[in-house]
């Protein structure tokens, strides 16, 4: 059984490009952990500010270890003063078609 974590990233008006390389160096990092499966980085091109993470881990050990990661601490780290708010949200599998 998968475990997914879906987050919304409201980024301060002018602060959209550093927080995507912060977020690109986080992601490449992620994919490359034994247990992530899935790091995507998605954003509305009507709201420039928002991003949507979509990640995808073996289970929730591994999203913990996720987080405790040396990566994951600088990114967070870089992000602080740019992020605005986060919307976090976490699933189970239930059916996976493809």
Known sequence: MS?????RIDVVQGQSE??????TDNAL??????????FDVW????EP???YLYEVYDDKAGHDAHLATTHFARFDEAV???VQSRQIETFSTALVLG
């Open 3 to 7: 475990y997914c974590v879906s987050v």
């Open 49 to 51: 500010t928002v991003f």
């Open 29 to 38: 990092a992620s994919v490359e952990e034994p247990t992530c499966s899935r």
């Open 80 to 82: 602080k003063d740019l």
């Open 18 to 23: 550093a927080f995507r390389a912060a977020i």
């Open 43 to 46: 954003t509305d091109q009507s």
